[in-house]
């Protein structure tokens, strides 16, 4: 069946995956912006409490490609939720977009190492780490955090992979799962050649 | 015959599903045809107006294959729900979509906008204009003329009046049947009273629930040949209602006997110079009103008139003034959610009143039905051995025995409703609320509806129906009450009402309503 | 409704007629700028002058700017705190356990808020005096954004406020179910999945059908688009870079006139 075929190979993001991506990180953005209000009353309160709901800020990456299994959507996702939140006048401003770019493509390469194929709770807290590796970098230049006291840099960034593995590895993973069962996932996983198969009997 | 779409030995089966939804159909439409495809719910209908047009499987996957296919020269799909149709935010910016997509120079879009809104009547003062201050019914026909912008040959129509109002559903017939010159349409649709009445149609194609076509012809001929399986199938075919209620089943349904020393009973609920409040501004007032243990109230009025403000005052989710007295005592507060949020465990609110909600998805819980049914009573700390007494009472009562491994999601629309309900009434609260349960509901699934209505009224619960049939209203119904521009404008006994509970004069401004012949249209 | 009239601006600016797609670029190397800035009396005066430029160049009125940024003090003092309290540092001014206040962390913290509040500013600059859609109109004609990508932003936008009402109606469902509040957590992710697995499903059915809505009305990029908000670059795309160079110019002037710190880098050597 050379058509089946044809589709197969051009599995690239239809407009649907597309859409489905965006809006869900929309939300997600909008979940992003609350969460940064607790996130800075949680900070001068709470000695780095902050870093331990930090992971939250990827979950967009990680939820949206156990949903949708692509490549692409990881970084995407993280960009868009990133949008909403400029969009809604954020108080953390336009440094958002360089950090969701390198957030996003750090969750999109652990996905990519495994071939986008691996699809577990312990891939996506992988990569929850990598969007964790990825937030790293804009906070040198901005945060200056070489300049911490080496305990608390290893800290800060130990609690937040930690938050990253629980946030996007576990919780999004169960998630995803608790869709699955309502079976709107359907809509968008590609079609077993077996169920081609099936049409024949 | 000239074809416009044409499809042969289709066969097609959703992923991982057992059954074929078709196997080995031909069908085809000629061009200039007006056919309307019937048959039960999940036969396949929708299914085959998209692979009609090559939606399947060239935009949505789902495994099929035909031994030839024709597919339409140019096409334009309306579908059900007018919300999911947009994808700008403003009226001129959405109409601009299509005509961007086909090139149209900016310079003639205005004038094109302008045109395509009169052929659908929807005058609007200003073309940016956001399409949420639209109604549905408008939203419906701005589809339409976004539809229409393409210039299609061949009309689809996917139920786009299953989820108006009867307003919206004669308007947007209306539109259509303007639009219909020199164009193909192939329809599904439930609803046909508007439909037919305007003489719309000239092919019935009736499906059998496997697929199958099992009659065809025009309108008149598979009406009168095909009687039995219409009603079985639960079409809204004109005088759908009157069939139902002159069956035994439906007699069974009126034929209650009065409630004999009901009317010294206690009321479960008094108003009087009441209102539900939002953002401090009162939405619905009511001078005077009140409901007994086994009244029926259907509640009717238009779109955003305060029908569902109402419900959610009565049952705390919204702050209220004045009086309110629920069994006797006074309930509603200025506060509204918050306290019943915080003060949930001695709020009497909850404990008397049990609430269905329009979309049964966002009231479920559990990812098994009789979790789903427990969930309440699991809140409330009943034994375990209570429970599950209870629950299997409610899944032999609510016909969902044999489902119980499957996660409501999975469930029909039927099905869905029949569990919502299930699950909202399984407290045996005093009162029950329903916002519109048969909303979108297919005939069969509407008379079930109202049968477990019926039965848990005879029992001396209380129904508050929030609804736009007039029927349920006419026939059922004790009290009716009418709801427009945020008050309660008329409140009388029906004559059901008026023989169950030996009452007196009518209260309020008693209307005669008149409801049109239906069952005449083709005599 | 309410909130679509606040964020109307009360006058357009020539900030909001310049092309958005410009302006996204300007204010990006913008940001690589302050990104890089190490000066903290050079971020001192970026800070006050964009804050200037919010009120100058946003449209809005005084009063609705003020609103907006009040919540930069926030900002300003949860960026600030840590670097203050944990940062390096050979001056010790006060110490208590592990924390630490030196004179090279007082001012690096300072410095990071300051910088946050500059992005902040910078940000605001851009979201007010630029619409979303019109963005990305500009995306899509001068910056070959394919419009696949565009119009998936533009509707998930539109879908946004459908998302809000449900979750509203699932809180409403929620107690009147008689859901108990969630203990632990363990009980925090259930109660989260509670709400989340209703409007996720939601979601993904309604963007689907949207999706096949849209390709349905020849949304597939085999004909030449036109536009219905047609682009193109102006001379206040001039304006842009002339004035931020004006701004970044005259905030370095004034740091090395009138230094308030007189500290040229922050960073710890």
């Known amino acids: 069946m050379s058509e089946m075929a044809k589709r197969q190979a051009a599995r690239g993001l239809k407009l649907s995956d597309l859409l489905v991506t965006v809006l869900i990180s929309v939300v997600l953005g909008v979940v992003y912006h609350f969460w940064s209000s607790v996130y800075s009353l949680l900070s001068p309160l709470f000695f780095q409490a902050d870093e331990l709901v930090y992971g939250m800020w990827f979950l967009a990456s990680t939820l949206v490609f156990l949903l949708i299994r692509k490549p692409g959507v990881a970084l995407i996702a993280e960009v868009a939720a990133a949008h909403v939140e400029i969009l809604f006048g954020s108080e953390w401003g336009i440094q958002l977009v360089l950090y969701s770019v390198l957030q996003g493509l750090g969750a999109e390469l652990v996905f990519a190492a495994f071939r986008y194929r691996k699809f577990s709770a312990s891939v996506a807290a992988l990569a929850g780490i990598g969007a964790a590796i990825g937030s790293i970098i804009p906070d040198f230049f901005y945060g200056y955090v070489q300049d911490y006291a080496p305990w608390l840099l290893t800290a800060k960034y130990i609690m937040r992979a930690i938050s990253s593995v629980v946030i996007c590895g576990y919780f999004a993973y169960g998630l995803v799962k608790a869709v699955e069962a309502t079976g709107v996932t359907a809509l968008l996983r590609p079609v077993d050649p077996k169920d081609y198969a099936a049409l024949d009997k | 015959m000239n074809i416009a779409a044409e499809v042969t030995a289709l066969r097609l089966k959703f992923p991982g599903e057992e059954n074929f939804v078709f196997k080995d159909l031909d069908f085809s439409v000629g061009r200039g045809e007006k056919v309307l495809l019937l048959g039960p719910s999940g036969c396949g209908k929708s299914t085959l107006l998209q692979v009609l047009c090559g939606i399947i499987p060239n935009l949505v996957e789902i495994p099929m294959r035909s031994t030839s296919q024709r597919l339409p020269d140019s096409w334009g799909i309306l579908f059900q729900d007018p919300d999911t149709q947009f994808c700008m935010p403003y009226v001129d910016e959405e109409l601009a979509f299509a005509l961007e997509n086909r090139g149209i120079p900016r310079e003639e879009m205005m004038d094109r906008m302008e045109d395509v809104l009169t052929k659908v009547g929807l005058a609007l003062p200003d073309l940016h204009m956001p399409i949420d201050a639209l109604s549905q019914g408008m939203k419906q026909r701005l589809a339409l003329a976004s539809v229409l912008l393409g210039e299609p040959e061949v009309l689809l129509l996917d139920e786009p009046s299953a989820l108006l109002d009867p307003e919206g559903r004669e308007q947007i017939w209306q539109a259509i049947l303007r639009n219909a010159e020199g164009r193909t349409l192939i329809i599904v649709e439930h609803r046909l009273e508007e439909l037919l009445a305007l003489g719309l149609v000239d092919r019935v194609v009736l499906f059998g629930p496997d697929g199958i076509p099992i009659g065809e012809g025009a309108p008149a001929y598979v009406f009168a040949k095909f009687q039995a399986e219409l009603e079985r199938f639960g079409i809204w075919y004109p005088g759908v209602w009157e069939d139902f209620f002159s069956s035994e089943e439906g007699q069974r349904l009126l034929n209650a006997s009065p409630l004999e020393g009901r009317r010294d009973v206690p009321k479960l609920v008094e108003l009087s110079r009441y209102q539900g409040l939002r953002q401090g501004q009162p939405v619905i007032s009511v001078e005077q009103a009140d409901i007994h243990p086994g009244d029926f109230v259907a509640i009717t009025g238009p779109n955003g008139a305060g029908k569902s403000s109402l419900l959610l005052s009565l049952i705390g989710l919204l702050p209220s003034e004045g009086v309110y007295l629920l069994q006797g005592e006074q309930s509603g507060h200025r506060k509204g959610s918050k306290r019943m949020g915080k003060r949930r465990k001695d709020n009497r609110m909850a404990r008397s009143i049990g609430f269905v909600f329009q979309n049964p998805e966002f009231q479920f819980v559990a990812d098994r039905i009789p979790d789903e049914i427990a969930f309440s009573l699991k809140q409330d700390g009943i034994a375990e051995q209570d429970i599950a007494e209870r629950v299997s009472h ?130 | ?57 946003s449209g809005y009125q005084p009063w609705k700017v003020a609103l907006i940024i009040l919540p930069f003090v926030l900002v300003f003092v949860s960026s600030a705190t840590t670097m203050i309290l944990f940062g390096k540092g050979d001056t010790l001014w006060w110490a208590w356990g592990l924390l630490h206040i030196s004179e090279e962390s007082f001012y690096r913290g300072i410095h990071i808020g300051l910088k946050a509040v500059t992005f902040a500013s910078q940000g605001l600059l851009f979201v007010l005096t630029t619409s979303s859609v019109a963005l990305f109109y500009a995306l899509m004609q001068q910056m070959k954004l394919p419009p696949k990508y565009a119009y998936s932003f533009m509707a998930s936008v539109r879908l946004l406020p459908m998302v809000w009402e449900e979750l509203l109606v699932r809180r409403n469902a929620l107690l009147i179910r008689g859901l108990r509040p969630p203990r632990g957590l363990a009980g925090l992710a259930t109660g989260a999945k509670l709400y989340a697995v209703p409007l996720l499903s939601q979601s993904i059915r309604r963007a689907h059908r949207v999706a096949v809505a849209m390709e349905a009305k020849a949304f597939d990029g085999s004909r030449p688009r036109t536009y219905f908000y047609p682009t193109a670059y102006s001379r206040y795309d001039l304006w842009i870079p002339v004035l931020l160079i004006i701004v970044q110019a005259l905030a370095y002037t004034l740091a090395m006139l009138y230094p308030p710190f007189g500290i040229a880098d922050v960073r710890y050597h």
């Open chain 2, 394 to 523: 409610s899944m032999r009562q609510f016909s969902l025995v044999g489902l119980e491994e499957r996660h409501p999601y999975q469930l029909s629309l039927g099905q869905k409703r029949r569990l919502s309900v299930a699950g909202a009434a399984v407290r045996r609260q005093p009162i029950l609320l329903l916002d519109e349960p048969t909303f979108g509901q297919d005939a069969v699934n509407t008379f079930a509806i109202l049968a477990l209505c019926e039965e848990l009224r005879r029992q001396g619960t209380a129904i508050v129906m929030v609804t736009h049939e007039e029927r349920i209203a006419h026939y059922l119904a004790t009290q009716h009450w009418e709801i427009r521009g945020g008050r309660l404008v008329s409140r009388e006994h029906t004559p059901r009402g008026r023989h169950l509970f030996g009452r007196g004069e009518v209260e309020g401004a008693r209307k005669e309503r008149s409801l049109r012949p239906y069952a005449q249209i083709f005599s």
């Open chain 3, 1 to 57: 409704m309410n909130m679509r009239r606040f964020l109307t601006p009360k006058v357009q600016t020539w900030m909001h007629r310049a092309n958005p797609a410009s302006k996204l670029v300007m204010m990006l190397l913008l940001f690589v700028m302050t990104l890089l800035t190490h000066r903290l009396d050079f971020i001192f005066y970026q800070a006050v002058l964009f804050i200037v430029l919010l009120f100058a160049l």
